[in-house]
């Protein structure tokens, strides 16, 4: 099993999305902004890691939304979510082929990594008001 944290960023009423390399797996599928969780680090420290590396922007990990456990054909993983703001720094497209704000009501309108539809779900339930 694969341990991959990812972070639920705000912005107002929207949430920040990011759509996957085309040559990666899951290629233009949509997701959280996160990734693996490295020998030695904690779920916090791969977050800020992986947000740096990826949107090169300094996230702040605050609490632990939800975790799933998910199991495609060429891997299992744990994804923890967690609530995070940005402390420092403007998302850039470095690792991604693009980067959204949605409403959860927007949910819908976009491909999702299936690992995330559960905790899509929860979102809707939680915040879909």
Request: include cysteine; aromatic fraction near 10%; proline fraction near 5%.
């Amino acid at each position: 099993m694969v341990e991959v944290v990812a972070a639920l960023i705000w912005k107002e009423n929207t949430f920040m999305i990011c759509q996957r390399p085309a040559h990666k797996a899951r290629g233009l599928l949509w997701e959280f902004v996160g990734g693996k969780v490295e020998k030695g680090e904690t779920g916090e420290e791969a977050l800020v890691r992986e947000c740096k590396e990826e949107l090169d922007c300094f996230v702040r990990p605050l609490s632990l939304y939800t975790e799933v456990v998910h199991e495609y054909p060429d891997i299992t993983v744990r994804l923890r979510l967690y609530h995070a703001r940005i402390e420092e720094g403007e998302p850039k497209k470095i690792e991604h082929n693009d980067i959204r704000w949605i409403a959860p009501s927007e949910i819908g309108k976009y491909d999702f990594c299936p690992a995330d539809v559960e905790i899509l779900a929860k979102i809707q339930a939680d915040f879909g008001r």
